[in-house]
């Protein structure tokens, strides 16, 4: 998959008096992101709730059309091929059967009212008509024993109340499987379980993934589990604040080294992630309020919390790299990285100590 200068706008609900008098203000979930998620990889997002990761992650997957940029598939713009648009060369069906997605809760995800198999059985047959029914049902055993859930027969048979939470995570996931996916969105995918399941679970993903050869996009908050999963797998962990992707690399640089000052506070708040950070009362940050989405801070969207901001922050946007595609490359939307960058003359804002270590990173 690549996304290149992808942007999500969601208009914000207004009142009935007000929708008359203005035009609808615009969220900025996703802006201008451009990334690529190669064959086999394994990408992590991270942030607070509402900047946007989930909103990146449907639009990778083809579920999210985007407002602006291009998100394409082998090489077939996804949404030129939905719409018939050009010499569409892939198919939208085989682009939706490559791209799959297990959410955030598995419960919610399955039809109360259907069994096990017949919520298996329903893709397959759409997709895979040529099947027997017997060759469907061998299918969705084999699958089920895969993840743990034997014998089979017993747990295909069962309604999705008669299962565990971490049962229903592996339906949801045994349903992503079926199509024989490129990639897996996993939306929160292991919050709702006990911690006992969690490493269990993002195990048993580790596990297919490599023998599937499908690429995870991991959505999480917690920088943890994130960190477990992308490091097992030698992929990525991709911060994101206020709908721009500010931070992306191998999770030992990004997290055993933060780039970006809002990487910092992530890990500042994940105490088992840096026990140092335990001797630190205050948060790095100058305010916990994060701004406005339809109204962001103009320059660096950090830059009205950041505790090294100066006053060229505030004007110009870091760009965060070109490379955000490239295996092991690391790159941060931050003007510190660059030691020859004006920031380094620039006067710092209210409240703010001057700085120069990172001329020396």
Sequence with gaps: MSLENVSVHFEKEQGFVDSFLNDAPSVQAVDEISIDIAENDVLALVGESGCGKTTLGKTIIGVQRPTDGSVTYRGQDVWDAKDGNGNVEIPYGDIRKALQIIHQDPGAAL??????????????????????????????????????????????????????????????????????????????????????????????????????????????????????????????????????????????????????????????????????????????????????????????????????????????????????GVPGARCAACHRTDPDHEYWNSPPLDGVETTDHHRDD
């Design 111 to 324: 039809n109360p009212n259907r069994k096990v198999l017949t919520s298996l059985e329903a893709p397959l047959e759409r997709w895979q008509p040529e099947l027997t029914t017997e060759d469907r049902r061998a299918r969705i055993f084999a699958l089920l024993k895969r993840v743990g859930m034997d014998p089979p027969d017993e747990y295909a048979h069962r309604f999705p109340h008669q299962l565990s939470g971490g049962e229903q995570q592996r339906v949801a996931l045994v349903r992503a499987l079926l199509m024989n996916p490129d990639v897996i969105l996993a939306d929160e995918a292991v919050s709702a379980l006990d911690v006992s399941l969690r490493v269990e679970t993002m195990d048993l993903l580790l596990e297919l993934q490599e023998q599937f050869n499908t690429s995870f996009v991991f959505i999480s908050h917690t920088l943890s589990n994130a960190r477990y999963l992308a490091e097992k797998a030698g992929g990525r962990i991709g911060i994101m604040y206020l709908g721009e992707l500010v931070e992306i690399g191998p999770p030992e640089e990004v997290l055993g080294n933060p780039k970006h000052p809002y990487s910092k506070v992530l890990r500042w708040a994940t105490a088992d992630l840096d026990p140092s950070s335990q001797e630190m009362v205050d948060p790095p940050v100058r305010s916990i309020d994060i701004p406005d989405p339809v109204d962001p801070p103009s320059g660096c969207r950090f830059h009205t919390r950041c505790p090294e901001a100066r006053e060229v922050c505030t004007t110009n946007a870091p760009e965060l790299g070109a490379d955000t």
